[in-house]
C-alpha cells in the first residue's frame, strides 16, 4: 500500500497572506507527481505534473517543488485570493509500470476576505 | 475548452440494482479512468482503459464492475449489483497521453453522485 499523506488537512489564511502545504509520499519507485485543486461543486483541475527531482513549478502565483529522495512536494501560494479557496490534492504514481494514481486527503484552504 | 462530461449528476439507486455511470471524454485523449471518492475518504483509483480495453485495475474493481467504451465516444462504468459500501463520488477522467504508463495531467470530470438505500 503507497501511503501519500497531505498536510494540514484545512488552513485558513487571511486574504493577501502566503501560504503553503506538504505532500509526502514514498522516496522510492518514484515516477511523478500531481497537484489537482478542487472546487466544490467543480471537477479536479490539474496544476502541476512533477518528475524531476528537485524540480520547481510556477503557474502565476501557485508554485511547486520536488524532492524525491525525501519525499515530498510544497505547493506555495503567494498573496492569497478568495479564488484560491479549494481543496488540494497531491497524487502520487509510481514507477511500477502501472496506471494508478495514489491520492492524498487534500488539504482544505480557506481564504478569509 | 474541452471537457470532460459526466451523467448523471446524482442517482439515488436501491442495493442489489444495476447501476451504469456515463462519461464523455475529451475526443482526442488516449487513456480514460474511473475513480471513485466515498465522503470523507481519499479519492481511489478503480480502473483505467487504454487502446480499448483495461490497462489496469483496482482491488475494488472486482466482477460487480465493468467499463466499456461501446461507440468511441462515450465511456461507461457498470456496476452490476449495488451494494451500501458503493456509495460514492463517481470521477471519469482522460488524458491525451503518448506512452505506457501515462504521467499526463488528468481531466476529470464533475462527477456522479451515486446513493445506494
Redesign the interface.
Known amino acids: 500500500i503507497l501511503n501519500v499523506e497531505q498536510s494540514p488537512q484545512s488552513l485558513h489564511v487571511q486574504e493577501g497572506d502566503s501560504t503553503n502545504f506538504t505532500c509526502s509520499f514514498p522516496s522510492s519507485n518514484f515516477?511523478?507527481l500531481?497537484w489537482?485543486r478542487w472546487e466544490t461543486?467543480?471537477?479536479?483541475?490539474?496544476l502541476f505534473?512533477m518528475?524531476l527531482n528537485g524540480d520547481e513549478k510556477k503557474k502565476g502565483r501557485i508554485s511547486a517543488t520536488l524532492n524525491t529522495k525525501e519525499g515530498y512536494s510544497y505547493l506555495y501560494i503567494k498573496g492569497s485570493q478568495p479564488e484560491d479557496s479549494a481543496t488540494y490534492?497531491c497524487?502520487f504514481?509510481s514507477n511500477f509500470?502501472?496506471?494508478?494514481?495514489?491520492?492524498?486527503?487534500?488539504t482544505r484552504l480557506t481564504i478569509i476576505p | 475548452e474541452p471537457e470532460v462530461t459526466q451523467t448523471p449528476s446524482h442517482q439515488v439507486t436501491q442495493m442489489g440494482q444495476e447501476v451504469i455511470l456515463r462519461c464523455v471524454p475529451i475526443s482526442n485523449h488516449l487513456y480514460f479512468y474511473w475513480y471513485r471518492q466515498i465522503l470523507g475518504q481519499k479519492v481511489e483509483f478503480l480502473v483505467s482503459f487504454y487502446n480499448n480495453e483495461i490497462s489496469e485495475k483496482s482491488e475494488i474493481f472486482d466482477d460487480q464492475f465493468s467499463v466499456e467504451r461501446p461507440d468511441g465516444s462515450n465511456f461507461t462504468l457498470k456496476i452490476r449489483s449495488t451494494k451500501l459500501e458503493d456509495s460514492a463520488m463517481y470521477f471519469c477522467a482522460s488524458s491525451p497521453g503518448t506512452a505506457l504508463p501515462n504521467t499526463g495531467e488528468l481531466f476529470f470530470g464533475e462527477g456522479s453522485r451515486l446513493t445506494v438505500l
Open positions: 515516477y511523478a500531481h489537482y461543486a467543480k471537477s479536479p483541475e490539474a505534473v518528475t490534492l497524487a504514481l509500470g502501472n496506471e494508478k494514481l495514489t491520492f492524498g486527503t487534500g
